[in-house]
């Protein structure tokens, strides 16, 4: 899923060294002041139109991918509880154990609550500043999700239209309840607690 | 005149741009919330005026 470790590092290092080729072009136009000519351009255009845009690229990726990172949720102090949990070999919450799934594993806090869609990635960013900006003006509030949690985002993975889903007692009763998403998969007593906050203990 | 105001818009082309390569780079080597939407939003929108900016001041002395 997404850049590996070493493909990440690559990108970092690619960005760094593509701003410090441009801020030095840029720095030595500003020092030295030359004439606007024709080659006094193409070095700006160099330094501002084709290293800069290759480097914000590089960052953006990098951006994007650190942001799907467990420990990049967990800097928010706010979040603290939830992903030390998540990291917690011996929790029985739902978010432990998705953790410790190799498919999720590092980036499980955004497999889980990433919207769904087309623009998924997009959407769920976008919401990412709401989050941000709430840190930020009410840092003590705890944090809370802003809509219902969808039983897509389970289904994504959990197929409700495999035979064995049907073949568990509790999933026949309220199938369609489940199908139509009016009964969440982690309401009490069926898959929660989800997080500490929610009731997980630890075993 | 005019090419001391267009002298005055590269360098201000170039120092947007070395602000928006600074908040890039502190976002890769600091990946944490804000310095990551500091970069992809202010960083991003500073960039791309610099780089308007640096066209303007090229495609308007080339007008005769």
Known sequence: M?????????????TVALAGISALILVVFLVRRPPLGGMTKAWLLMGIGVLSPLAALAGNIVGFEASKRREFCGSCHTMTP??????????????????????????????????YGLFASATT?????????????HPDRPPKLY??????????????????????????TIKTELRAGTTSCVTAGCHAPVHPSTGGKKS | ???SSHER???VAAILTLVAL??????????????????????????????????VVVFVRRRP
């Open chain 2, 9 to 11: 818009l590269a360098r």
């Open chain 1, 2 to 14: 997404g850049f590996s470790v070493a493909a990440l590092r690559v990108l970092v290092g690619s």
């Open chain 1, 147 to 172: 809509s219902p949690y969808l039983n897509r985002r389970c289904t994504e993975c959990h197929s409700m239209t495999l035979p064995g889903f049907d073949d568990e007692p509790e999933h026949a």
């Open chain 2, 22 to 55: 600074a908040l890039m780079v502190w976002s890769v080597l600091d990946p944490r919330p804000l310095s990551t939407v500091a970069a992809m939003t202010v960083g991003q929108v500073i960039g791309t005026t610099s780089l308007v900016l640096f066209l």
């Open chain 1, 82 to 115: 939830y992903v030390a949990d998540a990291a917690d070999s011996g929790s029985k919450t739902l978010a432990a154990f998705h953790s410790r799934n190799e498919h999720q594993g590092e980036v499980s806090c955004y497999v889980c609550h990433k919207n």
């Open chain 1, 125 to 137: 960013k976008v919401r990412g500043f709401r989050h941000l900006w709430a840190y930020y003006t």
């Open chain 2, 1 to 3: 005149m005019i090419r």
